[in-house]
């Protein structure tokens, strides 16, 4: 190469050298990058409307929030809140517009009405659209949902346990639902609804167990983890693990189980499965499956729609509360981060009648004995140390008599 052309290659004037990077600019203006590599937030023009700054919002949400969190943000924008108050600006809703927005919902709604927990999720969904674009377009205005009646959209304790209470199976439907199960199933998916309920674990968590999280021999089993909506592995909800002890009925179906999976395994020639409900494929089964499953076998026997998967894990609490269990303990076989949490759902469980545990307190003072108890005898002048100075006792609080 002439030295002419290596000249002009490695050295440029101080002209073409600021078009290039006036170039190099104008690339990272154009794909929103700052100088040096970093991307540019994307802004939102202040006039944006609910409807282009929810589709935004999504867009954000989608990789901060778990999958089955983002399907329900998703639907309740685009059911409730685009269809309520999309049009608006952002900056002029208030909350006369979202109180319409959720009497717009229950008008249009199948049945005429809403249960509050889905009122509850539209509110709050709108809550945190509305405190995102306050934030990002600097708006110096309240969040709208914060004036609305704090009753509206929330449900109260006995609401909450009443929702629970429908969804929860009598022993004799129980049973009804595991002999249907045994009957019209394969062996897997029985054997899952009878884990489901005599463990009372959730279904996301039966779902990711692994043969070692089990010992038949000692009659435990270990809840670490849980299948997100998408199939991944995620800590439990309150990311703490528990041990469950298992029943002696489910511990020997467990073993036959077992037994079963490695004997098919042999004979196809194939390590077992590391997951105790496995898909074809060996990986955990998904819950909407299985959830369709379920609903196909309430409807064999005959059950109440409103009975779901869940239903096994609620049945299992309730009936643990029904036989005089302590609340702690159940909120630690459950998974609770507090009891207080399994008072909300379940104390319509426990047994009401305050007579049993009235004659125990009386049966246990007899047995002590009046002994116990020492009555002294004294007159109505109490003398106090001091001899020139003496106390009247007041009525009514005088010494008992022997």
Request: some cysteine.
């Amino acid at each position: 190469m002439p030295r002419e052309s290596l000249s002009s290659a490695g050295t440029r004037d101080s002209r073409g050298q600021s078009q290039v990077f006036a170039d190099e600019a104008g690339i990272e203006a154009l794909s929103g990058r700052r100088p040096g590599g970093r991307r540019r937030p994307p802004v939102e023009p202040a006039n944006i409307d609910v409807k282009n700054f929810a589709e935004q919002w999504l867009d954000r949400k989608r990789l901060d929030v778990q999958l089955k969190t983002f399907a329900s943000y998703e639907e309740t924008v685009k059911r409730y809140i685009v269809k309520g108050i999309g049009t608006l600006r952002v900056r002029d809703v208030e909350s006369e517009d979202v109180e319409a927005m959720l009497q717009q919902a229950v008008a249009k709604s199948t049945r005429g009405q809403l249960s509050g927990n889905t009122l509850r999720i539209i509110r709050a969904t709108c809550s945190l659209l509305l405190k995102d674009a306050i934030k990002r377009l600097k708006l110096d205005v309240r969040n709208p949902c914060e004036d609305l009646d704090v009753k509206l959209g929330t449900l109260s304790q006995a609401e909450r346990q009443q929702s629970v209470r429908d969804r929860v199976m009598t022993y004799e439907q129980l049973a009804r639902v595991l002999r249907a199960a045994k009957q019209h199933c394969t062996r897997r998916d029985f054997m899952l609804f009878l884990a489901l309920a005599e463990t009372g674990a959730r279904p996301s968590e039966e779902l990711a167990l692994r043969w070692s999280d089990v010992d038949i021999d000692r009659r435990t089993l270990r809840v670490e983890r849980a299948v997100s909506l998408g199939g991944q592995i995620k800590p439990t909800k309150t990311k703490a693990m528990r041990t469950v002890r298992l029943t002696v009925p489910l511990a020997e179906a467990l073993a036959a189980w077992r037994r079963h999976v490695e004997r098919a395994a042999a004979k196809a020639k194939v390590s077992p499965p590391a997951f105790m409900f496995p898909s074809r494929s060996g990986q955990p089964l998904r819950a909407k499956p299985i959830g369709r499953c379920f609903r196909a076998l309430l409807r064999k026997t005959d059950l109440p729609s409103s009975l779901t998967l869940y239903s096994l894990r609620h049945t299992f609490a309730s009936q643990l509360l029904d036989q005089g269990v302590k609340p702690v303990d159940v909120a630690r076989v459950m998974g609770h981060k507090n009891v207080t949490t399994t008072l909300t759902f379940y104390a319509h469980a426990i047994p009401q009648d305050d007579t049993p545990y009235i004659d125990r307190l009386t049966a246990a003072r007899q047995a002590a004995g009046d002994a116990a108890v020492t009555f002294v005898k004294t007159s109505q002048r109490s003398k106090t140390r001091n001899a020139g100075k003496s106390v009247v006792s007041r009525q009514g609080f005088e010494p008992c008599a022997p």
